[in-house]
């Protein structure tokens, strides 16, 4: 088990490296070496994955290395046992996109990912295919970070956000299933932009529209409707995060907000809640006639009532809860009549026409 963990110790410092200019300093030999360790360790990883003592060793291990370093890993879920399964795709990704390795080491990594027609053993067969994996994840976050959405009406109709939700949820999947769904999303927000990847956010939050087609084949497990273990894990972060939602909330138009929040009944709540309390902050302006904050920050009359208005007009049981929230804040406030006084008896009050369409009357 000692030599197992200092093999790992000995490839972490490789990989740490591999992202540096030291790869000046490496020949094909070194190139070839680095390979063959990482081999070891990924047969390692398929001879013991079933083995929960080893497993923990290795990934306290792992842990406890990069946090001497004061880093985090080279990437998302490498600090757990399931990474030794393609560390030998991550470095060779890696050296390839590190322009300080030397040309005689780059052509030597070249031919140990794709040596040819000739013969070549298991191990190296499927190296070009984890390869590519990794490449396609790492394009996927790309992607995310650095491409903005075009001006559409309905963000949710975007061909390229609905691309990049459909990437970030598969990629969100294969992070969960490493245990570094958390870590990825974190990067993602503090890289931005924050609008463009709120957008995304929310799109991957809502399930793609039902199909048209006989009762039968809607139900059941493969409902494109039922939330995926990916968004309710983008669900977990969102709401655990305060800064992210309340931006999201603040942020992304009253529609695509009340999309998210027929979808999600915890975020409903959460985005009720943070509703109410920007009310809360408005007071009446005798002068202007209007409800108005005190800060910079306080959400305007308008958009409050947008979304609220927004809210109104979803279907029940959203859009009951939504009333019965407004009818408690204005009891709470005196149960007032008349315009003025109570901010949830205007909002009540203006938004009476939307309810009653709501309600078919």
């Known amino acids: 088990m000692e030599q197992l963990l200092q093999y790992l110790d000995r490839f972490s410092e490789v990989v740490a490296v591999s992202g540096t200019t030291h790869v000046s300093t490496w020949d094909p030999t070194t190139v070839r070496r680095a390979l063959q360790w990482a081999r070891y360790l990924r047969h390692v990883h398929g ?20 946090r001497l370093r004061g880093e985090r890993g080279p990437g998302p879920g490498w600090l757990s046992f399931r990474a030794l399964g393609h560390c030998d795709a991550l470095l060779a990704l890696r050296l390839l996109r590190n322009r300080a390795l030397g040309e005689a080491a780059y052509h030597a990594l070249l031919r140990q ?25 790492g394009c996927a976050i790309h992607l995310l970070r650095g491409h903005g959405s075009r001006a559409t009406p309905d963000i949710r109709q975007d061909p390229l956000v609905k691309t990049q939700a459909e990437l970030l ?23 931005g932009p924050h609008t463009h990847f709120l957008q995304v956010l929310a799109v991957a939050l809502v399930p793609p529209p039902a199909s048209p087609g006989p009762p039968s084949q809607l139900e059941g497990d493969d ?9 309710q894990e983008l669900l977990r972060w969102l709401l655990s995060e305060p800064d992210v939602r309340t931006a999201f909330c603040r942020t992304l138009p009253a529609g695509l907000l009340t999309s998210v929040a027929s979808c999600h009944p915890a975020f409903a709540r959460v985005y009720m809640s943070l509703l109410i309390a920007w009310g809360r902050r408005l007071h009446y302006d005798l002068q202007q006639g209007l409800w108005v904050g005190t800060e910079s920050q306080d959400m ?7 979304r609220f208005q927004s809210l109104c007009q979803a279907p029940p049981p ?9 009818e408690s804040c204005k009891a ?7 315009p003025g006084l109570s901010i949830w008896t205007d909002l009540l009050l203006s938004l009476r026409p939307d309810v009653r369409q709501g309600c078919g009357e």
């Open 300 to 306: 305007p009359w308008e958009d409050l009532y947008d």
């Open 169 to 191: 949820l598969e990629r969100v999947q294969q992070a969960g299933e490493a245990g570094g769904a958390g870590g990825l999303l974190g990067s993602l927000w503090e890289r």
């Open 332 to 338: 709470q406030d005196g149960d007032f009549q008349v």
């Open 47 to 66: 001879r013991f994955s079933g083995h929960g003592r080893i497993r923990t060793a290795v990934e306290r291990r792992l842990r406890s290395h990069w």
């Open 318 to 326: 959203l859009k009951n809860e939504v009333l019965t929230s407004l």
């Open 223 to 231: 409902d494109p409707r039922t939330p995926t273990e990916a968004s």
């Open 113 to 137: 990912l794709f040596p040819g027609p000739g013969v070549r053993d298991a191990e190296q067969a499927t190296l070009p295919d984890s390869l590519l994996g990794l490449a396609r994840r």
